[in-house]
């Protein structure tokens, strides 16, 4: 098996497997027991939100709740705040991009049926989205901003610090769907400002069905609401039980990638460069989607002319070698991807000819050959 799609999710990194297995089998008391069993899953819970702050660079004190994964705190953030700044007579209206995960632009596609205005922008000229098209598309209404950090389809970074900067000024709340960033991008609070942002687990080797919200507001008024109604946990927000195993399976999974961190950034650079090179010499015809200045190495869109999506990947398919056109979630559908529908509007042969190869910490130079042989042999 050849995996070129570590965008859509990674495999469980062994010793992450190790530390939930003993999780399992050893850290099964309730954290809200109140005897030494469940305490001791009490304390393992405390210091992995602990080191996870740390890993993430925030204060001890900053609000940090486990959730199933992105998309779970991707809704909650937004409609929190959205509702909580309306109903603080703030205002109504809400700018985003074109080119937002689902789980983000579904969510706001229900807030305007509830009332909201959203302003979706669309790529400048460079393909790229600047402070400028943000603050021309804001008003007196704006509530909101929220912005993904790198997207999934293509691997542009999204200037989060200028943009968290100007809106921490004007007051509005903003959200990053920092998903592909987690564990792949330097993350400190300075380049980082905003009043809420998301990771998932298996964006970065843990397992799928973990992941994190961290909501810092900047005005003590706009509280979180509670997603879940239940029990104490999670500060009595998102109440349930805790999935402690995966919790710490996540912690140390995104400790990993802090300690691989620079390597793995490397080895990205060197395999994009190689797999280019490689493709250049093939001389087949194509072109790079995205912002390319502004790219994260990892996530690469192709447009390979005149070969359907569709068929590059069923044919990869059947010889074991995996990758995907758009993201996961639209790859089953017909409908072209809305990225790439943002970033060229009238090419429709690129929305449909457009392939994502994404690179993960197993990827060799040798399964880069393979891959590149297999399109070679797609084209003769
Ligand atoms: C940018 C982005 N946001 C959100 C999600 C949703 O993540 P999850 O599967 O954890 O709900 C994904 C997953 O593909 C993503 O890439």
Redesign the pocket.
């Known amino acids: 098996m050849l995996y070129f799609d570590y965008?859509?999710t990674t495999p469980v990194d062994l010793r992450v497997q190790a530390r939930i297995s003993h999780a399992l089998a050893e850290s099964f008391g309730n954290p809200s027991a109140n005897y030494k069993l469940g305490k001791a899953s009490k304390n393992k819970l405390t210091t992995a939100r602990r080191r996870l702050k740390a890993l993430l660079k925030l204060d001890e004190a900053s609000d940090l709740y486990f959730t199933s994964?992105?998309?779970?705190a991707?809704n909650w953030a937004l409609r929190s705040q959205a509702y909580r700044a309306r109903d603080l007579g703030l205002g109504h209206h809400i700018v985003t991009t074109a080119i937002e995960?689902s789980?983000v632009d579904r969510v706001l596609l229900d807030l305007e049926n509830k009332g909201f205005e959203v302003t979706r922008l669309q790529p400048n000229s460079n393909q790229q989205f600047s402070l400028e098209q943000f603050i021309e598309a804001s008003k007196q209404t704006t509530i909101g901003w929220t912005v993904?950090a790198v997207n999934?389809e293509v691997g542009s970074i999204l200037p989060i610090k200028e943009l968290g900067q100007y809106a921490k000024q004007k007051g509005y709340w903003f959200h990053v769907?920092a998903?592909?960033a987690i564990g792949y991008q330097m993350i400190n609070p300075q380049d980082f400002p905003c009043t809420s942002f998301n990771g998932?687990g298996?964006?970065f080797y843990a397992p799928?069905g973990i992941?994190f919200l961290v909501y810092q507001a900047w005005n003590k008024e706009m509280i979180l609401d509670p997603l879940l109604l239940g029990g104490d946990q999670e500060y009595t927000k998102r109440s349930g039980t805790e999935n402690l195993p995966y919790i710490l399976g996540m912690v140390e999974a995104l400790e990993l990638m802090d300690q691989g961190y620079h390597e793995l950034q490397e080895s990205f650079v060197e395999l994009s460069t190689y797999f280019f090179q490689q493709l250049n010499q093939t001389g087949i015809e194509y072109q790079r989607n995205g912002d390319l200045v502004h790219h994260n190495n990892r996530i690469h869109s192709i447009w390979l002319k005149e070969k359907l999506a569709s068929q590059v990947i069923i044919q990869l398919d059947m010889q074991d070698i995996y990758l995907s056109a758009g993201?996961?979630?639209s790859a089953g559908s017909i409908k072209p991807s809305r990225v790439l529908t943002a970033y060229y509007p009238k090419n429709e042969a690129r929305w449909r000819e457009s392939v994502r190869i994404s690179f993960g910490r197993y990827t060799t130079k040798n399964e880069i050959d393979q891959l590149i042989e297999a399109i070679t042999k797609i084209y003769q």
């Open positions: 965008a859509a994964g992105a998309t779970e991707i995960h789980a993904m999934n769907d998903t592909q998932s298996h964006k799928k992941g993201s996961a979630c």
